[in-house]
T-cell receptor, first 110, second 114 residues
Framework: SQQGEEDPQALSIQEGENATMNCSYKTSINNLQWYRQNSGRGLVHLIL?????REKHSGRLRVTLDTSKKSSSLLITASRAADTASYFC??????????FGAGTRLTVKP | DSGVTQTPKHLITATGQRVTLRCSPRSGDLSVYWYQQSLDQGLQFLIQ???????AKGNILERFSAQQFPDLHSELNLSSLELGDSALYFC?????????????FGNGTRLTVT
């Protein structure tokens, strides 16, 4: 079964705006990762945040993790048309299995 | 290029048939994961292998089986295929048993069951 649930399912914004996607999960985790998928292609790893971290940055990406609420958010700043893709959170559980959510489909309009 | 190779890219077969999907992990990666992605859906975790041994099992049907060989490549066998098995099947690999190692995905095998 899927572990994470992304919210919203779809997001449409204008170029230059910020995009925020949320992920909630149910069980304890070792770490949480965000991936990007262009249509029909394999997923690409974006960023990882460990269970003892609260915030992490990588370029235009900012990830937060709240283990008490079992939730994470991914912020993409100054979005570009090329950021159009589906974004998935993935949680690594104690058994080291990686479970993905259903994803958020982001559309950035030029 | 992720370094993970999946073959074939496309597969069209009839209900009741059996197919084998192949995955070659990135050089040096010991873990292989299999996922199923139906149209506009998330990824369903099927199974994980580490250095030839099964490490975790997800929603893998009894009609499906997998293995990882000594050279670390993996195969996913799907039998008694049904229309609902039509999906993208992804293989991913990582350096260790996850533990913070990012997954590297192949471009998938698109299976169509008619």
């Amino acid at each position: 079964s899927q572990q994470g649930e992304e919210d919203p399912q779809a997001l449409s914004i204008q170029e230059g705006e910020n995009a925020t996607m949320n992920c909630s999960y149910k069980t304890s985790i070792n770490n949480l990762q965000w991936y990007r998928q262009n249509s029909g292609r394999g997923l690409v790893h974006l960023i990882l945040i460990r269970s003892n971290e609260r915030e992490k940055h990588s370029g235009r990406l900012r990830v937060t993790l709240d283990t008490s609420k079992k939730s994470s958010s991914l912020l993409i700043t100054a979005s570009r048309a090329a950021d159009t893709a589906s974004y998935f959170c993935a949680t690594e559980g104690p058994g080291n299995d990686m479970r993905f959510g259903a994803g958020t489909r982001l559309t950035v309009k030029p | 290029d992720s370094g993970v190779t999946q073959t074939p890219k496309h597969l069209i077969t009839a209900t009741g048939q059996r197919v084998t999907l192949r995955c070659s992990p990135r050089s040096g990666d010991l873990s292989v994961y299999w996922y199923q992605q139906s149209l506009d859906q998330g990824l369903q975790f099927l199974i994980q292998y580490y250095n030839g041994e099964e490490r975790a099992k997800g929603n893998i049907l009894e009609r499906f089986s997998a293995q990882q060989f000594p050279d670390l490549h993996s195969e996913l066998n799907l039998s008694s295929l049904e229309l609902g098995d039509s999906a993208l099947y992804f293989c991913a690999s990582s350096r260790g048993q996850a533990q913070g190692s990012p997954l590297h995905f192949g471009n998938g095998t698109r299976l169509t069951v008619t």
